[in-house]
């Protein structure tokens, strides 16, 4: 089930063609110029023409969140249309080109791979260990650095889809599964948290919600956990330590630089589990 955010970053994406529209609820696509408080150095890029020049070569805007202003951080999905015209090609899931910019210094363009998964629409955000290109705002000819890149990710996609295969084919061992649950607690909620709370929010990380989730290979727990720590809902108590703490329910991750941390730590760890087991 897609949040409210993922529902709504899908419909934004719908209505990509629809250049006014999408002045008016993500100015940061079309803000010509850098924050203030940027040095003369810093070399303006429009974020929506590089996402505009990557349509040409057949990707496809698929899903945009963030950028509700000026100088804010926004996220772009694209998929090639080869994996939206001919879903057979890949029937459980597509790779996607993700793009990551802001216009106030606190975030370098940056181009990663991503993995949607259909059963479920979750997006995985592969790790900086699989593909990580950043970009910083201070060369001119930063667009045709980014094409350059877009035009030899093909390599990159078939590197990512052998990873999904193999993820796939490994058999995670519970030792495994309570590893990654504790990597994405201390990502989620803060690396300060006690055991107890590691411990009570193992299962509920791994809490399985539909029947397409009960393998127990790493591909399938690794999204087991990252849907459920991005999408919220996890019960728990804020203090540990005594009766007095009250219970709550965690909130979805809607915060763009949050989203790929977790991300980012989740897929790493689970390369590395990968690697050891090699």
């Known amino acids: 089930m897609l949040t409210k955010q993922e529902i709504e970053a899908g419909r934004i994406a719908d209505r990509f063609g629809d250049v006014q529209h999408m002045r008016n609820i993500c100015p940061a696509l079309f803000s010509t110029e850098a924050h203030p408080r940027m040095s ?9 023409d590089i996402v505009d020049a990557l349509q040409k070569k057949d990707y496809k805007v698929v899903s945009i969140q963030g950028g509700d202003t000026r100088f804010s951080k926004l996220l772009v999905r694209m998929r090639h249309r080869q994996y939206i015209e001919s879903p057979s090609i890949q029937a459980d899931g597509a790779p996607e080109l993700i793009i990551m910019d802001s216009h106030d210094g606190t975030k370098a363009l940056k181009l990663a791979l991503g993995y949607m998964r259909f059963v479920c629409m979750n997006g995985c955000i ?3 260990l699989l593909y990580n290109r950043v970009f910083r705002h201070a ?3 930063l667009m045709a650095q980014v094409m350059l890149e877009v035009n030899d990710i093909g390599t990159y996609v078939n590197t990512l889809t052998h990873s999904v295969d193999a993820m796939r084919n490994y058999r995670t061992t519970i030792g495994d599964r309570i590893h990654l649950a504790d990597v994405v ?3 989620r909620f803060g690396s300060d948290r006690g055991e ?8 509920k990380l791994l809490h399985r919600r539909r029947h397409e989730d009960t393998a127990e290979d790493l591909h399938t727990v690794v999204n087991v956990i990252q849907e459920n720590a991005i999408r919220g809902g996890l019960q728990y ?3 540990t330590h005594s009766a007095r703490g009250r219970m709550i329910r965690s909130k979805p991750v809607n915060e763009v630089n949050k989203s790929v941390a977790i991300n ?11 690697q050891k087991a090699a």
């Not at 003369?40 to 929506?48: N, V």
């Open 40 to 48: 003369d150095r810093y070399a303006f890029t429009h974020t929506y």
């Open 126 to 128: 592969a790790g900086d």
């Open 139 to 141: 060369s001119r000819d």
């Open 185 to 187: 607690t201390n990502a």
């Open 196 to 203: 107890t709370f590691k411990l009570n929010m193992r299962p």
């Open 237 to 239: 108590c804020t203090d």
């Open 264 to 274: 980012t730590q989740l897929w790493n760890e689970a390369t590395v589990i990968m």
